[in-house]
T-cell receptor, first 115, second 113 residues
Framework: AQSVSQHNHHVILSEAASLELGCNYSYGGTVNLFWYVQYPGQHLQLLLKYFSGDPLVKGIKGFEAEFIKSKFSFNLRKPSVQWSDTAEYFC?????????????FGQGTTLQVKP | SAVISQKPSRDICQRGTSLTIQCQVDSQVTMMFWYRQQPGQSLTLIATANQGSEATYESGFVIDKFPISRPNLTFSTLTVSNMSPEDSSIYLCSGSANTGELFFGEGSRLTVL
């Protein structure tokens, strides 16, 4: 069965530290890849997405992610985190040939940024 | 971007009862979906809500337990039937746009006693 793994369940960083959240998926075909963020008390929002083209995608709020097909990975990065980045982050995958609303989510990573 | 409204935002229900969650989007989306987020877990797709026809359910979810309607493009309901404490979850409505982006409602937090 297809699955998405997020290696870090809970990450604590100080402001200005660099962030990398791991995401691996198990599916051999064409995929669409997403990172969603859920700030405390708010709904899920799209950070960035990859469908095709440049494997390095840039999203909102200074986030970026790199699709490495050979590693089945789509890690999320930010060079310098802020206190306001405290949130839960979800990696998600859909099959490239199917409707992209049918997503498989990772278990999520809780990021806590200390001021 | 699409705005998705759900109600109720939260409810506390008794075992054996049923609750219907409503979802309204403010623009035409290509598809609508219902997800569940159980405590401490990730989101799991329950079903795809099809306009004017029966929903398409994922493995482990059945129509008798989670009947879904979608009478038009911008409205859908999910009913959680004959509830038990194991049904305590956040239920999220979502809609996909032509861009492939999936938008989410704020979720309906259900607690079953």
């Amino acid at each position: 069965a297809q699955s998405v793994s997020q290696h870090n369940h809970h990450v604590i960083l100080s402001e200005a530290a660099s962030l990398e959240l791991g995401c691996n998926y198990s599916y051999g075909g064409t995929v669409n890849l997403f990172w969603y963020v859920q700030y405390p008390g708010q709904h899920l929002q799209l950070l960035l997405k990859y469908f095709s083209g440049d494997p390095l995608v840039k999203g909102i709020k200074g986030f970026e992610a790199e699709f490495i097909k050979s590693k089945f990975s789509f890690n999320l990065r930010k060079p310098s985190v802020q206190w306001s980045d405290t949130a839960e982050y979800f990696c998600a995958v859909s099959h490239g040939s199917s409707n992209t609303g049918k997503l498989i989510f990772g278990q999520g990573t809780t990021l806590q940024v200390k001021p | 971007s699409a705005v998705i409204s759900q109600k109720p935002s939260r409810d506390i229900c008794q075992r054996g009862t049923s609750l219907t969650i409503q979802c309204q989007v403010d623009s035409q989306v290509t598809m609508m979906f219902w997800y569940r987020q159980q405590p401490g877990q990730s989101l799991t797709l329950i079903a795809t809500a099809n306009q004017g026809s029966e929903a398409t359910y994922e493995s482990g979810f059945v129509i008798d337990k989670f009947p879904i309607s979608r009478p038009n493009l911008t409205f859908s309901t999910l009913t959680v039937s004959n509830m038990s404490p194991e049904d305590s979850s956040i239920y999220l409505c979502s809609g996909s746009a032509n861009t492939g982006e999936l938008f989410f409602g704020e979720g309906s937090r259900l607690t079953v006693l």
